[in-house]
């Protein structure tokens, strides 16, 4: 299917470049580039995790007794 693309010129350029030292086409490269960045699991901020610490020894008489 043909489509246009609008693109930067360096992002443009920087895509040629690598496409040709890769020995590919653009086209090409623009697929594989989409396919990886489809393909990729979306990132959520940084998980919760919670710290458990745990002492030996007993609890004090106030605690005891709340």
Same mark, same amino acid.
């Given at each position: &299917? /043909?489509?246009?693309?609008?693109? $930067? $010129?360096?992002?443009?350029?920087?895509? =040629? #470049?690598?496409?040709? =030292? $890769?020995?590919?086409?653009?086209? =090409?490269?623009? #697929?594989?580039?989409?396919?990886?960045?489809? &393909?990729?699991?979306?990132? /959520? !901020?940084? !998980?919760?995790?919670? =710290?458990?610490?745990?002492? /030996?020894? #007993?609890?004090?008489?106030?605690?005891?007794?709340?």
């Amino acid at each position: &299917m /043909k489509t246009t693309l609008n693109l $930067d $010129d360096q992002v443009l350029r920087h895509a =040629r #470049e690598r496409a040709a =030292r $890769d020995g590919v086409t653009l086209t =090409r490269f623009v #697929e594989n580039a989409l396919r990886a960045k489809l &393909m990729a699991t979306p990132r /959520k !901020g940084p !998980g919760f995790k919670l =710290r458990i610490t745990t002492v /030996k020894g #007993e609890a004090s008489a106030q605690r005891r007794h709340l």
